[in-house]
Structure formats: structure tokens, C-alpha cells
């Protein structure tokens, strides 16, 4: 079993930047890929960005490329992702999630296998 718990969410203005943590506990070792998507009232989840956890590679959503950057601490288990120039359209809650198997889909949500309770960014105008 892992745990995933997030932080760091709130409210800002439009402009401002905001870091997302996730910190992974338990059986982490075995841990390939991990996510971050957001979810909207009346959509589902929308994938964000994602860091392989050995190799780093990374890939972002377009709505967010050049903008966030998804990171990753090995020795404090924890998945950052740090978010600038905010829009009101980033508001969501974000979650993050933990593949323990090497995925194909990664902005597909079934491709994982553990997912946090999510926390709230909120970017008013």
C-alpha cells in the first residue's frame, strides 16, 4: 500500500505562483510514475503533468506547459509541482497519483494506482 498526501493548495491571485507537495509513504519503492491531474465541478479529471520516478522524464498538458513544472525528491518521496503566472482556469482541486507498474496512457487516470485526497487552488481575477 502507498499513501499519498498533498499540500500546499490555496488562493491567489491571478499572476501569482503556488507549490503543490505530495508526499508518498509506505511501500513506495516500486514506484514508476506519478501525477498530477485537477478536477473541476462537472469535469472530470484533467491530467496535468506527470515525472517518471527513476529516469525524471517529464510531460505537461498544454495548458500548462511553461508554466508548471513537475519535480520529484527521491529521498523525501515527495512530488512537487511548482505553478506560476496562475490563471482563474487553474482553479481545481489537484491531486496526485502513483503508478507502481510501467504505463503507456499516462494522462489516463485508470493508469494508476493510488491517488491522494486532493487539494484545493483557487486563482481569482
Known amino acids: 500500500q502507498v499513501q499519498l498526501v498533498e499540500s500546499g493548495g490555496g488562493l491567489v491571485q491571478a499572476g501569482d505562483s503556488l507549490r503543490l507537495s505530495c508526499a508518498a509513504s509506505g511501500r513506495t519503492f516500486s514506484t514508476y510514475v506519478m501525477a498530477w491531474f485537477r478536477r473541476t465541478p462537472g469535469k472530470g479529471h484533467e491530467f496535468v503533468a506527470r515525472i517518471s520516478w527513476s529516469g525524471g522524464n517529464t510531460d505537461y498538458a498544454d495548458s500548462v506547459k511553461g508554466r508548471f513544472t513537475v519535480s520529484g525528491d527521491n529521498a523525501k518521496n515527495t512530488m512537487y509541482l511548482q505553478m506560476d503566472s496562475l490563471r482563474p482556469e487553474d482553479t481545481a482541486v489537484y491531486y496526485c497519483?502513483?503508478?507502481?507498474?510501467?504505463?503507456?496512457?499516462?494522462?489516463?487516470?485508470?493508469?494508476?494506482?493510488?491517488w491522494g485526497q486532493g487539494t484545493q487552488v483557487t486563482v481569482s481575477s
Open positions: 497519483a502513483a503508478a507502481m507498474k510501467p504505463i503507456l496512457f499516462y494522462t489516463v487516470t485508470s493508469s494508476y494506482d493510488y
